[in-house]
């Protein structure tokens, strides 16, 4: 099972640059601490080692090794850098980040016949130069800046 501190929706308030609490339509976000402390007092949890060095959650076992969690922490903890998601429209364009503003057209280079070593390159590029890091830079400055919505790209 996996649990996230809980991304904030379009609308909702976001906390200050420490990543502070804050509360949007469905109440504050949960602290990963907390989600682990709770689970752990009736079903004692040890830690578990990631799956990959870029596993956007930290794992947990069942002491008595029923089961494990996992808890997604981009709002308390973020891993921008150490981030490998993209993910593509049904349009072509291509997000570097679930909360960008704009993606990268890869369907005129497409529809333009660009062999898969110009793909290729174009994609290295895109990767290459990205500054996504919108989780550590979180505040409520960035609430009101235009962001892609998650469900538009499989967030």
Same mark, same amino acid.
């Given at each position: 099972?996996?649990?996230?501190?809980?991304?904030?929706?379009?609308?909702?308030?976001?906390?200050?640059? %420490?990543?502070?609490?804050?509360?949007?339509?469905?109440?504050?976000?949960?602290?990963?601490?907390?989600?682990?402390?709770?689970?752990?007092?009736?079903?004692? @949890? /040890?830690?578990?080692?990631?799956?990959?060095?870029?596993?956007?959650?930290?794992?947990?076992?069942?002491? %008595?090794?029923?089961?494990?969690?996992?808890?997604?922490?981009?709002? =308390?903890?973020?891993?921008?850098?150490?981030?490998?998601?993209?993910?593509?429209?049904?349009?072509?364009?291509?997000?570097?980040?679930?909360?960008?503003?704009?993606?990268?057209?890869?369907?005129?280079? @497409?529809?333009?016949?660009?062999?898969? /070593?110009?793909? @290729? /390159?174009?994609?290295?590029?895109?990767? =290459?130069?990205? =500054?996504?890091?919108?989780? /550590? @830079?979180?505040?409520?400055?960035?609430?009101?800046?235009?962001?892609?919505?998650?469900?538009?790209?499989?967030?």
């Amino acid at each position: 099972m996996r649990m996230t501190d809980r991304e904030p929706k379009s609308g909702e308030a976001r906390g200050a640059a %420490d990543h502070g609490p804050r509360v949007g339509k469905t109440g504050p976000a949960a602290h990963p601490g907390t989600i682990v402390r709770t689970i752990s007092e009736r079903w004692p @949890l /040890e830690p578990a080692q990631a799956e990959r060095p870029d596993a956007t959650a930290r794992r947990w076992r069942y002491v %008595d090794g029923a089961g494990e969690i996992g808890v997604v922490a981009s709002v =308390t903890q973020p891993f921008c850098g150490g981030c490998s998601r993209a993910r593509l429209s049904a349009e072509g364009r291509l997000y570097t980040c679930l909360f960008a503003a704009r993606g990268h057209d890869l369907r005129a280079p @497409l529809r333009l016949g660009a062999s898969d /070593e110009e793909l @290729l /390159e174009n994609l290295r590029s895109i990767w =290459t130069r990205r =500054t996504d890091r919108y989780s /550590e @830079l979180r505040t409520a400055e960035t609430a009101s800046l235009p962001k892609v919505e998650m469900s538009y790209i499989g967030g």
